[in-house]
């Protein structure tokens, strides 16, 4: 008598574990380029959203002499918030000298539903403006008034939050200052840098941070411009606003 061994075919639990973790190996190794390329896409988008702003508010200073304030969220009963508008919404000196970036008064998009301005990650952008000689850069005919060689702009941008002194900075006599957050919005992993940005907001100092970005540990994806003060002052003679 002969017998015949039943054989069984397809796999058996371990081939089938070890298909499926070269399956995942696989479809890892296809997804980050894709979420690099996104990411890449998003902060492209965000510097010319950026450099949009910052021509706005060149733009705004010709017609009106003087940049607008920033937004705020904490508004009162006569400054409202989350309205995106400038605070106040007119001449004089800001409720806050950093803020949001006011996307209705300067027409600009994107912006949230309450008309904030915002980057590619859905991120208000911050604003600063520098409230020296009492507010004239936020005052109607108060740089005008006082003439470009008496005019003192003191918003500073540094390299390093941790070595940002007088005489190493990128910039010390910045007018204003426009920056995204990043991807990573209020979350300060960056360390000191991203937390010397995000303290702007209380207030704190007049002190901004930029660099390339940076991977963990010390991510840093905050992208930060500004305007000097040269900047404003030409676009504001050719418009007749500054002599």
Known sequence: ?????????GFTLVEMAIVLVIFGLILSALLLPLRAQR??????????????????LLGFAQANGRLPCPATN????????????????????????????PGVTLGISPTDPQGFAIDAWGNRIRYAVTNANTSAFTTNNGMSDLGITALTPNLRVCASANNCTATVNLISTAVAVIYSIGATGQQAVGGADETENLNAIANIDNI???????????????IVTWISPYVLYNAMIQAGQLH
């Open 39 to 56: 990411e890449q896409a998003a902060q492209a988008q965000t510097i010319n959203t950026l450099d949009n702003a910052k021509q706005a």
């Open 1 to 9: 008598m002969s017998f015949r061994k039943n054989i069984q075919s």
């Open 208 to 222: 901004f941070v930029a660099h390339d970005i940076t991977a963990a540990p010390n991510e840093f994806d905050h």
């Open 74 to 101: 904490n508004g009162t009963a006569t400054f409202p918030d989350d309205t995106g508008n400038s605070n106040p919404n007119g001449s004089g000196i800001c409720i806050h000298q950093s803020g949001f970036l």
